[in-house]
């Protein structure tokens, strides 16, 4: 299968396969390859970044200004200064212009030979716009889906005409809420700038003004295909509201980075599923004891605004120590900010979330993790006898049960533990039955001999669209995913025969998507491997070490941005140009040893080149923006009313 026909008449193009069937990550080959004029902008970047590491050689930063900022945050704009002719070594900029020269005279644009067939070309010309159907992707990452343009917006609908958790504006009242919104934002920043730092103040500021020509999220859904359809005939979807255009948006990140660490000390939270693995491998069980797991009905709309804010101002003004009392206020405040001015558009018609939270808003994640824990903490010691074990990832819960000796009373228990779970502000939980043997995120865990095993777990519906050796990436990412996958499975399971069955059919998935044995196997699997069993043998300080080792090795190397072409002179041929003319030029001194006006050596001895991507087929099947296809949103509503 190569995508998911979810319309009511299985009536999607047949020959959509033909273009989907490649996966939304694939990459065109972009008809021209880079040329000399491409290259302006990098050659731009190259040379700043290469003037800053020679500059502030030897000095303890990332070349941004010092001060108040914390280097562990990401909320700061980098600074546009480049370090001018008179105070940058004329050998600078001698050794830069001809490594630019020879790269001009290795980069020629010409015509290239696309990687569609002619077929998938009209696909990928004519679908995008199409006004009877709609490409939306699968929750959980399991595919492209083929909906009817009507279908999908009728499955918007039945989110947004929830009054209980959204509100319709009109236009003039959607910028009357965004000029109130700025000026919440403008006021917060003025009393807190002191608190915040120069450079978060400038992060949020800049992102608060340069998003006010579009303030407002987008939008959309994601078809909850492994749910199965509903009773009512229509497939249950995931709401979503990207923020990054919002007004909020910069502000949200500076709530997730001050969340982060309260959602990190609860008890029930692990990182992913590695850690949780970890964990698992050291229980010893309870002959009797079972495992179970519960999800939440739709979390993140259902968490009422008003308690979840109080709650969790509460809990931060009497529990966290870490946060003085005018971080704890600036906080406080921000969330509400954040949380009660969800503003989003949906095709020409304008809302406002005035309930729960939405996927897509970057603190949405700790403060749902955080709420719920605030009924944890309480709830769960007056089960320390049956709840032997429980932790939580957001929305999806494993515990261990240990029944009672009598069926009937066990089965009290267990009902009265699921009642006491949903006596949270209306948050409501399935509870799968405790067994040997549960689901959860991506493996299946089960108990044997007192022990929890492992082993990966894969979706039904997965279509396993792996990246074809023909996309327009660099041979990289193709390494890079073998070598994942590899790490991953070995991580995850417990026996090596297992792993070693997973990884085989791993192995025979790529040769189904077009990958040749000479090209990815065995050697390039041993390769994998070897670094999975290395990795797997570090300790905990030495994976430390090797972080911090990264970061000190990175301040010797300097980056040469370029966008990937697959006719494009290759990465080594730049690697010989950069040695020849940078790194060590025949007669001259080489690059670490030279020095900067301040007589530092500059210390600098590797260039990576930095490969961004082109376009792929997820870029063109977007539905974030669906104005100009047949009928307004409006007038649906207008009908759907």
């Known amino acids: 299968m190569a995508f998911h026909d979810l319309t009511p008449d299985n ?19 972009p008809p021209k390859t880079t040329g000399q004029q491409d290259l302006e902008r990098s050659y731009t970047r190259f040379d700043r970044d290469f003037r800053l590491k020679v500059h502030f050689a030897g000095e303890d930063l990332d070349l941004e200004p010092q001060g108040d900022i914390d280097h562990r945050s990401k909320l700061y704009i980098k600074s546009k200064w480049t370090p001018p002719d008179r105070i940058t070594p004329s050998w600078v900029i001698t050794r830069v212009n001809r490594f630019f020269r020879k790269l001009d005279e290795l980069f020629k644009r010409k015509t290239a030979r696309s990687n569609l067939t002619p077929l998938q070309q009209e696909l990928l010309d004519t679908l995008p716009s199409d006004p009877t159907f709609l490409f939306p992707e699968a929750d959980k990452g399991l595919g492209p889906c083929a909906v009817k343009f009507v279908q999908y917006i009728e499955d918007v609908l039945v989110h947004l005409c929830n009054e209980e958790i959204y509100e319709r504006l009109s236009a003039e009242e959607a910028a009357l809420h965004t000029d109130f919104l700025h000026a919440q934002i ?20 800049g992102h608060v003004n340069s998003n006010m020509d579009s303030p407002f999220g987008q939008f959309y859904i994601l078809y909850k295909i492994h749910k199965g359809i509903g009773n009512d005939g229509r497939w249950p979807t995931r709401p979503v509201s990207s923020d990054v255009t919002s007004l909020p948006h910069a502000l949200g990140k500076w709530v997730t980075e001050a969340l982060i660490p309260i959602q990190q000390a609860q008890p029930s939270y692990f990182k992913d599923s590695f850690a949780l693995k970890e964990i698992l491998d050291t229980l010893i069980l309870h002959p009797d004891a079972l495992l179970f797991t519960a999800d939440a009905y739709s979390m993140y709309t259902n968490i009422k605004t008003d308690p979840a804010l109080e709650s969790i101002a509460n809990h931060i003004r009497n529990n966290i120590t870490s946060m003085g009392d005018d971080k704890k206020e600036a906080l406080i405040e921000a969330m509400n900010i954040v949380f009660r001015n969800n503003l989003f558009k949906f095709g020409d018609t304008f809302w406002r979330q005035k309930s729960g939270t939405a996927m897509g808003t970057p603190p949405a994640p700790p403060y749902a993790t955080i709420f719920y824990a605030l009924h944890e903490n309480d709830m769960l010691p007056r089960w320390s006898e049956r709840v032997v074990f429980y932790k939580r990832f957001i929305d999806d819960v494993l515990g261990i049960w240990l029944p009672h000796p009598d069926p009937l009373q066990n089965r009290t228990l267990w009902n009265e533990f699921c009642t006491d779970m949903d006596q949270w502000h209306g948050l409501r939980w399935k509870c799968e039955t405790p067994s040997r043997s549960v689901d959860f995120m991506d493996m299946t865990i089960s108990i044997v001999n007192g022990r929890l095993e492992t082993t990966l777990f894969e979706k039904a519906m997965n279509l396993y669209l792996y990246l074809p050796p023909h996309s327009s990436h660099p041979q990289g990412v193709f390494t890079g995913l073998i070598f994942g996958q590899v790490l991953r499975i070995r991580r995850l399971c417990t026996h090596k025969r297992d792993a070693d069955e997973k990884i085989l059919e791993f192995f025979h998935r790529l040769l189904a998507r077009g990958h040749t044995q000479e090209n990815i196997g065995p050697h390039l699997f041993d390769k994998a491997e070897a670094n999975a069993r290395a990795y797997m043998q570090l300790s905990t300080d030495e994976k430390e070490r090797l972080r911090k080792q990264k970061q000190d090795d990175a301040h010797n190397q300097v980056f040469l941005h370029l966008q990937f072409h697959p006719n494009d002179p290759q ?36 260039l990576v080149v930095a490969y961004s991507r082109p376009l792929n087929l997820k870029n063109g099947f977007s539905v974030r923006d669906i104005d100009g296809r047949g009928k307004s949103v409006s007038e649906h509503l207008a009908q759907w009313s």
């Open 11 to 29: 009536s999607a193009p047949p020959n959509c396969k033909q273009l989907f069937g490649l996966g939304t990550k694939f990459i065109p080959t």
């Open 571 to 606: 990465s080594r041929d730049i690697q010989r140009i950069w040695r020849e003319q940078v790194l060590q030029p025949e007669g001259e001194t080489p690059l670490p040893e030279m020095e900067n006006t301040d007589g530092v050596q500059v210390g600098l001895n590797k």
């Open 186 to 205: 403008t006021d917060w920043l003025k009393k807190y700038e002191s608190l915040i730092g120069k450079h978060a103040h400038k992060f949020i500021r």
